[in-house]
């Protein structure tokens, strides 16, 4: 298969997690007989300081013109702390979501069961986690009207929904419902939101179309604490773009580091893939960032294509190194490897078959997920 990649790695960590990540997928093309061609673009600060926009046209184009994208992080400090900032570097980021409509993120949280014992919560209640969180991207309070008062002291947002958005996701979801373990969770807030409530009225009227799958409501509050209490509950978790957004990084701390979990946003004509975690501005070049949710990022960018076996050796890499330790500092404070390292040990091991590691379905939790 052939392939054109548009890599954006952005800001902070994100050149070095993506670097991995890059290097994974050459591994795979020359290990399964593919041919993937790389092209870098700028995106976020280093794009604003280059050319004054978080999105420049030409990596724009870069992007429609790729079957693929390959996403780093986004946001700097310097953005962060100033609130008067008229340009920010995420704004390129909600603006490449809305043209390339990539409507539906998608984001596994899987417990690795050789770091089990490295997540801030109890062995007996993270044990079997295995959910997936489907998020919309492109409407909601972040695309919705932006208002200040013209003596700075009254601000708001308007928080949008239609019909046809919460209908295209919901498809989506349900459909992953009923390949999995049948089981969707709607979470919102609709004891006082409008908009939580046509999320409401249109997943119903969905729902009788998968009569096998069960369907909860969850309110966003209780949601975030069953998340804590008791995540194995969950299966599907269906929601609008601001919740998915707080819930995608709760389940991060769930498995013990942000740095494990990849995603997809996907659309009709176009998908992108990029890790949950931010740019961590902080460990910007000392080789420390984890590379492994940049590494399953690609993963779910061959399982979208259909390349089930090579996602799956990706996956299977990944959890070798986690089996002999080969991790960053953030698994394991006393005994790590380097960002670079890290990444060449999976992308050399990757078609390594003669490994005595116990693989189950369990163990290869990606899926088929992300194909439309």
């Not at 992308?347 to 990606?366: K, M, S």
Request: aromatic residues 8%; charged residues 25%; contains cysteine.
């Amino acid at each position: 298969m052939k392939l054109k990649i548009a890599v954006l790695p952005g800001d902070g960590i994100g050149p070095e997690v993506t670097a991995q990540a890059q290097k994974c997928l050459t591994a795979v093309a020359d290990i399964f007989g593919h041919e993937f061609s790389f092209k870098k673009a700028a995106v976020g600060a280093v794009a604003i300081e280059k050319s004054d926009t978080p999105l420049p046209r030409e990596t724009l184009d870069l992007c429609y013109d790729s079957d693929a994208v390959l996403f780093g992080a986004i946001g700097d400090p310097k953005y962060d702390n100033n609130p008067n900032a008229k340009i920010r570097p995420e704004q390129g980021l909600l603006e490449l979501r809305q043209k390339l409509g990539l409507f539906c993120n998608i984001r596994p949280v899987k417990i690795f069961p050789t770091l089990i014992d490295k997540s801030p919560l109890k062995k007996k209640v993270i044990k079997g986690t295995d959910f997936v969180i489907y998020r919309e991207l492109t409407g909601g309070i972040y695309f919705g009207e932006k208002k200040l008062s013209s003596d700075g002291t009254r601000a708001s947002d308007l928080c949008v929904y239609t019909e046809e958005e919460i209908s295209r996701i919901s498809h989506l979801a349900f459909k992953a419902a009923k390949s999995r373990r049948n089981k969707l969770t709607l979470v919102d807030k609709a004891n006082v939101l409008e908009s939580s409530r046509l999320w409401r009225k249109v997943v119903s009227r969905i729902a009788e179309s998968y009569p096998e799958v069960t369907v909860n409501y969850l309110y966003i509050d209780n949601a975030a604490m069953q998340l804590i209490l008791n995540p194995g509950q969950f299966d599907v978790i269906l929601t609008g773009n601001m919740f998915g957004d707080i819930l995608s990084d709760e389940g991060g701390v769930i498995g013990g580091s942000i740095g494990l979990l990849p995603s997809a946003s996907v659309g009709e004509k176009h998908a992108l893939f990029e890790p949950i975690h931010g740019s961590y501005p902080q460990a910007k070049g000392k080789d420390i960032a984890n590379p492994i949710a940049s590494i399953l990022s690609g993963a779910m960018l061959l399982d979208h294509y259909g390349l089930d076996e090579e996602s799956r050796a990706v996956v299977i890499s990944v959890l070798k190194a986690m089996k002999k330790g080969i991790v960053t500092q953030d698994l394991n404070p006393e005994q790590h490897y380097g960002t670079q390292y890290v990444g060449d040990f999976i992308a050399d091991n990757i078609n390594d078959t003669d490994e005595h590691l116990i693989l189950n379905r369990e163990n290869i939790w990606l899926g088929k997920s992300t194909i439309i």
